[in-house]
């Protein structure tokens, strides 16, 4: 299934169709297609490390955003390639029927986007990441 992904490069948003088969990503840019061979899973949520105690708990130097509590995504308030504030809503995560605002970390630019709405989540998936802006 081919996705339309939007990625930041440089500063520069660029848009692209990607589509997997099996360990070859095709990427389509400008009509242009070049495929690239990936070595390991790249599934749509990949576990990670982080620290336990809140709900979408995050490394502070990375923009990581992590559900710390198996949960359901019921929307997502932001696209790849948004300029978000420390604090803003990344996301809704259901949890215990409850609806937990998900928040980003720092302010910059959302990088990735690991889930889908209506997707169940485990503990210590990575749902989000923002690329935190650099100050001068």
Same mark, same amino acid.
């Given at each position: 299934? /081919? =996705?339309? @992904?939007?990625?930041?490069?440089?500063?520069? /948003?660029?848009?692209?169709?990607?589509? @997997?088969?099996?360990?070859?990503?095709?990427?389509?840019? $400008?009509?242009?297609?070049?495929?690239?061979?990936? $070595?390991?899973?790249?599934?749509? #949520? &990949?576990?990670?490390?982080? @620290?336990?105690?809140?709900?979408?708990?995050?490394?502070?130097? #990375?923009?990581?955003?992590? *559900?710390?509590?198996?949960? &359901?995504?019921? *929307?997502?308030?932001? &696209?790849?390639? $948004?300029?978000?504030?420390?604090?803003?809503?990344?996301?809704?995560?259901?949890?215990? &029927?409850?609806?937990?605002?998900?928040? #980003?970390?720092? *302010?910059?630019?959302?990088? $990735?986007?690991?889930?889908?709405?209506?997707? #169940?989540?485990?503990?210590?998936?990575?749902?989000?990441?923002?690329? =935190?802006?650099?100050?001068?």
């Amino acid at each position: 299934m /081919k =996705k339309e @992904r939007t990625f930041v490069i440089d500063g520069e /948003k660029i848009t692209a169709e990607v589509e @997997r088969d099996g360990d070859d990503l095709r990427i389509t840019l $400008d009509g242009e297609t070049h495929t690239v061979r990936i $070595d390991g899973d790249i599934g749509p #949520s &990949k576990p990670v490390r982080s @620290r336990r105690g809140r709900l979408g708990a995050h490394n502070e130097n #990375s923009g990581s955003i992590v *559900s710390s509590i198996p949960g &359901k995504v019921v *929307s997502i308030d932001v &696209k790849v390639g $948004d300029s978000v504030e420390e604090g803003e809503t990344i996301l809704i995560l259901e949890a215990m &029927k409850m609806q937990n605002e998900i928040s #980003s970390p720092v *302010s910059g630019v959302v990088t $990735d986007i690991f889930v889908e709405e209506g997707q #169940s989540v485990e503990s210590n998936f990575e749902l989000a990441s923002v690329m =935190k802006e650099a100050h001068d």
